[in-house]
């Protein structure tokens, strides 16, 4: 639901970035105070979150930039084309070895991504939203891989902590220059984007790499695509292109034969 909240809030793509992440991090750091569980972690890890952090102000600002300049269902498409990004830097960084099939399955979600450019110029906002939508994904491949550096050492909530409340120190004075005056409405909304479909859904996503390789998870975090285009459809009226659709459909199978090859 997050992209959503892009065309709910009326204001600029980074001060509701700044605000998901203000709101997400003090939800995250008052539940931590309440069940009185330590913030420290090592100088290392810290470091590291602190870097994911700083891309993390990237991928969300990017990710909500793609969606105000098209529509919901480009935002969406074009950011699961990161399972595509993370399929090169895992092996890259664990020393793994790059699959054939892996590489398959990411051309897959290439060519749905691609499918959905209606032309490839710089003075069409379609395409500038797939351009940054595909500056999402990367940046949150990179977020990805290194969660599951930390994984195993800090805690789900922790790391979500210090991840958006790195963002929320890094976007301050980007979004103090803007001069934007939030509504209540668009502060109630920033404060649901936050609490729910951030400190939440990210945290939950973060557990999830305790358990699974960050190939495979972002491979099912793909399916945002399908839940996105419809509540898009529903609650903004937004009825996909064709073009959109076919994108859609490409990559949502490639999400089904990723999960058959997981079991």
Known sequence: MAGLFA???????????????LFSSAALGLYMLIRKDSFRTGKKDALLLMIAGGVLALHWWSFLESIQLSTV???????????????????????????????VLAVMILIGVLITVPEFSFGNRMFLGILSGMVSALSY?????INKITADRISSTLTALYEQATAAVVLFPFVSGTGAKPSVSDVMLLLVLGMITT????????????????????????????????????????????????????ITGTVLIAQLRAE
Do not use: D
Request: charged content about 15%.
């Open 7 to 21: 065309k709910w809030i009326k204001l600029p793509a980074i001060c509701i970035t700044f605000g998901r992440v």
């Open 73 to 103: 269902a480009v935002g969406t498409i074009t950011f699961s084309s990161f399972p595509l990004f993370v399929t090169f830097l895992e092996p890259l960084i664990f020393h793994g070895k790059l699959e054939k099939r892996n590489v």
């Open 141 to 145: 491949a990179v977020i990805t891989v």
């Open 199 to 250: 400190a939440l859904a990210h945290t939950l996503f973060i557990q999830s790499l305790k358990a699974l390789p960050a190939r495979i998870a972002g491979i099912c975090s793909s399916m945002e695509t399908v839940y996105g285009i419809l509540f898009a459809l529903l609650l903004l009226g937004e009825v996909p292109t064709v073009l959109e659709i076919l994108g859609g459909v490409i």
